[in-house]
């Protein structure tokens, strides 16, 4: 992670620790060590994340954290004492990201670090389709499709076929699927399956010609990838 990061802390001997732990990972750092030094250095510079001391000579850390988030969105840890609740509180309402108490392992700071960055990172669009043999089926958007035709399935025949295809290879037995299909409180056969999958093949493989669906005798039904 080659990320920029800001200290703003006036013990010397910890900013200076934490420094070299963050050029270790292959961090950019840069230091300051009063409020006032820092609050400038943030709002002038650019920094991918900022750890904020609390206690600071000048301008204290929680007034720096307002005046930064009047102009930047950038992630913040602030460092606070021990049992410092109400810093905490006011930190986190301010606009913080995270805190981490004093003393504390770098191991643990080098953590939340990772996790302030990742969550502020690049939003990753996920998209959730599976394909299997020419079956796609899209979880967003509850479609499936055939080499690109359009399938209508009920809300149980898709969560069934969702089931399969997220768990291709893998043989599901009928009382689980009943489960996840129907919901853990029904009651009724488990046989209720076997008429969904009838369902499911007569829309699918029996129409497009393909072996989607395969059954276990005595177990239950199975999506094979080839
Ligand atoms: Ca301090």
Do not use: Q, W
């Not at 250095?41 to 850390?61: C, E, Q, T």
């Not at 009047?70 to 006011?90: G, N, Q, Y």
């Not at 108490?101 to 502020?120: D, G, N, Q, S």
């Not at 959730?128 to 080499?147: A, M, P, Q, S």
Request: aromatic letters at 6%.
């Amino acid at each position: 992670m080659a990320n920029r990061i800001l200290i703003i802390e006036d013990e010397e001997k910890i900013a200076r620790f934490v420094e070299l732990e963050l050029k270790h990972e292959g961090n950019e750092v840069e230091k300051a060590f009063d409020g006032r030094e820092g609050l400038e250095k943030a709002l002038s510079g650019h920094f991918d994340l900022i750890l904020l001391d609390v206690m600071l000579p000048g301008l204290n850390g929680l007034e720096v954290l307002r005046r930064i988030r009047l102009e930047k969105d950038v992630p913040v840890i602030m460092l606070t004492a021990r049992d410092a609740v109400m810093d905490k509180v006011s930190g986190l309402d301010a606009g913080a990201d995270d805190y981490i108490t004093k003393p504390f392992a770098i191991e643990e700071l080098l953590a939340r670090i990772r996790v302030a960055l990742k969550k502020r990172g690049p939003v990753e669009v996920a998209t959730h389709t599976l394909t299997i043999k020419g079956v796609t089926l899209d979880e967003d958007r509850y479609e499936v499709k055939v080499n690109g035709d359009s399938v209508e399935l009920t809300n149980r025949e898709f969560e069934l076929l969702r089931m399969l295809m997220k768990n291709k290879n893998i043989v599901l037995d009928r009382e689980k699927l009943m489960n996840e299909v129907c919901g853990y409180d029904y009651i009724g056969e488990t046989n209720i399956i076997d008429v969904y999958i009838r369902y499911l093949r007569t829309k699918i493989d029996d129409r497009y010609g393909i072996k989607l669906i395969h059954t276990v005798r005595g177990v239950g039904y199975v999506i094979k990838e080839s």
